[in-house]
């Protein structure tokens, strides 16, 4: 299997965002963005992708985070320094951002606490750097209880989830394979249209037709697949 980024028409309108909010038109109102989903719908890897092909910077999940830990990311993915002191990764951000403007990615930003938010805001607000921020469902209720930030988000967008038109492509592009409607469709109920299901049936099938000498991945195995996990 190859690893390879499957552009869907989750991830267009993902980058449409991004490239939206890098532009220097989003100096002219808000140029801060949502973007919500459950777990697994591929929100993180649409941002790394992104990151590895623009010029913005994504920040990924923590497990512990303060302002500080997080000002110090920022700072560190800008300019490759991780400043003890906030107001020194402040002036960093603002030299930075002076230099070469990059949308910054906040990844699980659900997590966040209000103090963070709010420091985001006046990051983005001080400086005028865009951020993006990827959350799943609760992310919504958190900006929306904030009016300070809800109204300055300029665009929102929901991941939906993975199609069976999203599978079919798939297998094409990572396994050089053709699937038919009576294959995707029961890889597509097995996945509850999220992407880690796929991958991992698809790792499987590619294991079975390896082991088997199949040429072609017929719905009786995907079944025997589904059907071995559960």
């Keep these: 299997m190859k690893n390879v980024f499957i552009e869907t028409a989750n991830t267009r309108r993902f980058f449409d965002i991004c490239d939206e909010l890098a532009d220097s038109g989003s100096m002219t109102g808000p140029s801060l963005a949502m973007v919500t989903g459950q777990a697994g719908r591929g929100k993180s890897e649409a941002a790394k992708r992104h990151a590895t092909q623009a010029d913005s910077i994504y920040i990924p999940p923590m497990n512990i985070r303060s302002p500080a830990m997080v000002l110090r990311e920022i700072a560190f993915e800008l300019a490759g320094i991780r400043p003890g002191r906030s107001d020194t990764c402040l002036n960093v951000i603002e030299s930075e951002m ?133």
């Excluded at 993975?162 to 995707?184: E, G, P, R, T």
């Excluded at 996945?191 to 099938?205: E, K, M």
């Design 98 to 230: 002076a230099k070469d403007r990059r949308l910054i990615i906040i990844d699980e930003a659900d997590l966040l606490t209000f103090q963070i938010l709010e420091m985001l805001r006046n990051v983005n607000e001080r400086y005028a750097c865009p951020v993006l921020l990827i959350g799943e469902e609760g992310l919504k209720g958190r900006i929306t209880s904030r009016r300070r930030i809800a109204s300055r988000i300029r665009r929102k967008m929901e991941f939906t989830p993975v199609s069976q038109a999203d599978i079919v492509y798939f297998f094409q592009q990572s396994m050089n394979l053709k699937i038919d409607a009576a294959v995707a469709a029961p890889i597509l109920r097995h996945s509850q249209g999220d992407w880690r299901p796929v991958l991992t049936i698809a790792i499987a099938i590619e294991r079975a037709m390896n082991a088997s000498g199949l040429q072609e991945v017929t719905p009786e195995l995907v079944e025997e697949i589904i059907k071995s996990r559960g």
